[in-house]
């Protein structure tokens, strides 16, 4: 999962390796390839506590199971249903 959008976790776990091990903001951005602001957000996150992944977001769900059945029964019976006449039938 990316952490950010320009960051994987690996390329994370690299810079908070660097980051320990003592290496300077300037010789981290040289061995991953990334502009600093990239890093300096890496490494705040990272002594804040936060986690290393990004922030899953939970949605909440537009039908219900039943619902989710009665849509899946609808398009068996007529495959060539359009998404638009679905909608209105919903």
Same mark, same amino acid.
Request: hydrophobic content about 20%.
């Given at each position: 999962m990316a952490?950010?959008?320009?960051t994987t976790l690996k390329e994370?776990?690299?810079v908070i390796y660097h980051f320990n091990n003592g290496n300077s903001l300037r010789e981290i951005t040289e061995i991953i390839? *990334?502009?600093?602001t990239i890093v300096q957000h890496i490494i705040e996150r990272y002594r804040?506590?936060? *986690?290393?992944?990004g922030n899953v977001r939970?949605?909440?769900k537009e039908f219900t199971a039943c619902e989710?059945?009665?849509i899946l029964r609808q398009i068996r019976h007529? *495959?060539?249903l359009s998404a638009k006449k679905l909608t209105t039938e919903i």
């Open positions: 952490v950010g959008a320009h994370s776990k690299l390839h *990334r502009s600093h804040k506590g936060n *986690r290393l992944t939970k949605s909440k989710e059945r009665w007529n *495959r060539k």
